[in-house]
RNA sequence: GGGCCGGUAGCUCAGCUGGUAGAGCAUCGCACUUUUAAUGCGGUGGUCGCGGGUUCGAUUCCCGCCCGGCUCACCA
């Protein structure tokens, strides 16, 4: 018999047990006095003798960490929300009943104690349990306490355990709820409306990318998983609702990496009467103040650099290109305007792809604080306005740091029959064997038919921002559940029915 | 999809040029009524990711596959 089975027999054998002690092994509620966090800041700071001049009886509850029993004794120590508290249990202070429950605690148990606050002889605050009831059993064992749970697959898949074994996963899901927390107050504080737009649409847009498909059934229709928000919203701007945003899931079909998840959050704002200069000012506070918010500073350190979110950089497209050329064969402005020269840098076979190609190529990965990129060759853009000065170029820009895109903004197009012409150079671009090319959507260029006032507007990639906010190197790290292939067999049904047998 | 690395007890990991597997923690038993990596003594626990092949013999060598990580490609 495996180690697991034993263990799963084992404790088989404790459920009956505690319900012969009379006690529930899946209780019901319990009604505490205190959390764990708030016994530990209200009486932190209490000595011993405070503590035993002025009694204070407390109930919490908890899941077992840790367990070291001393013969008619013990020191337990209880989790809850990330926080432990230790509980000492004692043969003469507690009823025997209470006494044979303790005795059949495995770590990992959920448990209420009731007792006072006392500090321990090496000084640590304690509960002096008088009371104890179970709440809830674990059949399998958790991981070990050193090293926690470092199976990376592992704690993917069971992120339920990596929550458990490792506190610091649960400071980086904190952390995420504060940003998403701090850039909803920053907008709603500037009065944008939170609305939410189709997820299943007839047809996709607002990115270059590849969908899902999926099908409703009752309508015997195939509709898109959504890649972006962008076209529903400029709708809303069109009917009036004039600064709308979204936070919620896109969903892309291409690889998965350290920077990419197939669904993944966006945060989508549009402002009506903007260009891609309100929005490159809307940018640096809103990315500032949510460093600030999130993690108490607006500087944080990724992967060994100090990023500065108080101060961001800003370069034209074509001016990074120039700052981060690898050589001292540096190109000058009037070379990078030079469809002639760019052609003999790239084999792309626009002006524009070229320059994109250079700046992929050569400055991307270099951007490590944050930066603001602007000013964009139109082929590449087919939902931004033209430069009135420079039409082959679009107003937009991008935010980039520790060499990932975070945000993209522009100037929203707002003529119906420039935007014809942008989707039917798309159609080419798909017809060519373009799968990312945008598809022409009808009722969006009806919409702009009605008239969209001038207006800016921009995507955050939540899941980025995160990695850039708490550390992390790989998306998987700031989403709960990232999408992974089928585990196979876990055969825990097969091993409990056989318990009951 | 390519390259590299990994998968051994519940967890974290050793395991040499091939000789049928070990440690710590967890778990079980005993002792211990202020410990905190509690301690001391004793025990249980393994389809060595899966399937083939080579060999007298494979965790080890070879081939294929599965899962994961990093990376390149792809990817706004």
Redesign the pocket.
């Known amino acids: ?4 089975d ?2 799963l027999r ?1 404790r088989q054998a404790q459920l009956s047990r505690i319900r012969d002690l009379g006690f529930e092994p899946y209780g019901h509620a319990f009604e505490f006095t205190h959390t764990i966090s708030q016994i530990l800041s209200d009486y932190g700071t209490r000595t011993a003798d405070e503590l035993s001049a002025n009694p204070v009886h407390v109930r919490i509850a908890g899941r077992i960490v ?8 013990g ?1 337990l ?1 209880l989790q809850q929300n990330g926080q432990r508290l ?1 509980i ?1 249990v ?3 202070a507690i009823n025997d009943t209470a006494y044979k429950l303790y005795e059949l605690l ?2 990992g148990d959920i448990i209420g104690v009731g007792g006072y606050l ?7 605050l ?1 509960i ?1 349990v008088e009371v104890l009831d179970f709440l809830s059993k674990i059949m ?15 704690r ?1 898949r069971q992120r339920y355990v990596d929550l458990i074994a490792n506190p610091e996963v649960r400071e980086v899901f904190l952390t995420r709820s504060r940003i998403i927390r701090s850039l909803r107050r920053q907008l709603e504080e500037r009065g944008f409306l939170e609305v939410e737009t189709p997820m299943m649409q007839p047809l996709y847009g607002g ?3 590849r969908p899902f498909i999926t099908h409703h059934n009752a309508l015997d229709q195939d509709l898109y998983l959504r890649i972006a928000p962008e076209l529903y919203l400029k709708r809303l701007v069109v009917g009036g609702l004039e600064r709308v945003y979204e936070i919620n899931r896109n969903f ?1 079909n ?7 998840n197939p669904e993944f959050t966006m945060l989508e704002f549009y402002q009506a009467y903007a260009d891609y200069r309100s929005m490159i000012e809307l940018t640096k506070e809103l990315l500032k103040q949510a460093a600030a918010d999130a993690t108490g500073s607006t500087q944080v350190t990724y992967d060994g650099h100090q990023l500065n979110f108080a101060n961001m950089w800003q370069f034209t497209m074509r001016e990074a290109v120039i700052e981060f050329w690898p050589d001292h064969d540096t190109p000058s402005l009037d070379n990078i305007k030079d469809p002639e020269w760019l052609h003999r840098q790239s084999k792309e076979s626009s002006p524009g792809a070229a320059l ?1 190609d250079l700046f ?1 190529r050569y400055v991307e990965d270099k951007l490590i604080q944050p930066t603001i990129i602007y000013e ?1 060759p139109v082929e ?2 087919p939902l931004s306005k033209n430069k009135p000065d420079d039409p082959a170029f679009v107003e937009r820009f ?1 935010v980039f740091a520790a060499g990932m ?1 975070l945000a ?1 903004a522009f100037t929203e197009l707002n003529d119906p029959q420039e935007q014809r012409h942008r989707f039917e150079q798309q159609l080419a671009r798909k017809a060519g064997g373009d799968e ?1 090319a945008h598809v022409m959507d009808e009722d969006y260029i009806r919409a702009l038919c009605y008239g969209m006032p001038p207006a800016g507007g921009e995507g955050v ?1 939540i899941d980025r921002l995160t990695m850039l906010l708490t550390g992390s ?2 998306i ?1 790290d700031v989403i709960l559940f ?1 999408l ?5 067999d876990i055969g825990i049904v097969k091993r409990l029915r056989d318990l009951e047998k």
């Open positions: 018999m495996s180690q697991e034993e263990i084992q840790a367990i070291r029993r001393m013969g008619k004794a020191f120590h230790q000492y004692k043969k003469d495995d770590t006392f500090r321990t002889r090496t000084g640590e304690s002096h399998l064992p958790l991981p070990e306490k050193w090293h926690g749970l470092e199976d990376v697959e592992t993917y990115a270059a990318a892309r291409e690889g998965i990496s350290t920077q990419h994109v992929e964009f590449i853009s991008e895109e993209n990312e990639g190197k790989s998987r990232p992974l292939r089928p585990e196979g």
